[in-house]
């Protein structure tokens, strides 16, 4: 597979704060890669020294070829990116943005084609201040890719969007990489990360703690769990179960995470039997980016 990016060894630090540490890693063609993890964790410093916007203060990166803080105009014919804010005049309207930025570019862009692409034919006179977030965001993933980028580097794209302009915004996402568009994300939303990328990246404290598919990453990190209903069960002792990593309790609802689903279930059941304790509605439930994204949480803040 070849890879269209490869950071090695990469850090990058502010006074005393470590925001990236040491982090290794190679985005394929054609994938969507994701950089995800909390807010604070790195991902936007990791991602704007990938577009050459910051300087590395060691390791190396390669992105399609070239050295992005030594090769940054050349880059930049080369990929797009959208910020997590984007400055554009509140009074200019919609078309007149999108031919402004056109007129940066000396080849001819697919700004017809992403007007009609992202719907945005009816908002063309529209000035931008009066968008929603949602168009907002359609508009400025237009500016983006304007030129045909290689590679799009979206940060945080749907922050403070609503659940539908959300979605929609995913869809969008898909139809860029079903054009052949390799695409990086950070994001801290668990959902989009699962619902949008082939890859992630997990990075906690400015390391990376887990590189893979997220159905390996959670296959890989145990993070299903069992579900039942019961107001018999004591929280303390569910929790000295063997193979028990957390549990979850709310109005006699429990969610059981368990490195050993099979003997941490048998051992339930042994308990309340002996003890004459109803269990109802029991499952075993697969886990998903979400929990995986609170198990690290909880590693991070135990003490060394």
Request: aromatic share 8%; glycine share 6%; with cysteine.
């Amino acid at each position: 597979m070849e890879h269209v990016i490869t950071v090695e060894n990469l850090s990058k630090s502010y006074g005393d704060t470590h925001a990236v540490q040491n982090i290794s890693f190679a985005v394929q063609k054609g994938e969507i890669f994701g950089i995800i993890g909390p807010n604070g964790a790195g991902k936007t410093t990791t991602i704007e020294m990938l577009e050459g916007i910051r300087k590395p203060d060691q390791g190396s990166i390669d992105v399609l070829g070239l050295q992005p803080h030594r090769q940054l105009r050349e880059l930049n014919k080369r990929i797009g990116v959208q910020f997590q804010a984007t400055s554009i005049q509140k009074k200019m309207k919609v078309r007149e943005a999108l031919d402004l930025f056109s007129s940066f570019y000396k080849t001819n862009t697919q700004k017809d084609y992403l007007i009609e692409l992202l719907g945005l034919k009816e908002k063309l006179n529209v000035q931008f201040e009066d968008l929603s977030g949602g168009w907002k965001q359609r508009v400025t993933l237009a500016l983006a890719t304007l030129h045909q980028p290689e590679i799009l580097f979206l940060d945080e794209p749907s922050m403070g969007l609503d659940p539908h302009a959300r979605r929609e915004m995913w869809s969008m996402i898909k139809l860029l990489k079903e054009q052949g568009c390799t695409i990086v994300i950070t994001t801290h939303y668990m959902e989009e990360a699962e619902r949008l990328c082939n890859r992630v990246a997990m990075i906690y404290g400015g390391q990376l703690k887990a590189l893979n598919t997220p159905q390996e990453l959670l296959e890989e990190m145990a993070v299903n769990y069992l579900s039942f209903q019961s107001n018999g069960l004591e929280y303390d002792h569910l929790l000295s179960l063997p193979g028990v990593i957390r549990i979850e309790n709310e109005h006699d609802t429990f969610k059981v995470y368990s490195e050993t689903l099979q003997e941490t279930t048998y051992h339930i059941f042994a308990h309340c039997n002996e003890k004459d304790i109803v269990i109802e509605n029991f499952k075993f439930e697969k886990g998903t980016l979400d929990d995986l994204f609170v198990h690290y949480l909880e590693k991070e803040d135990q003490p060394a």
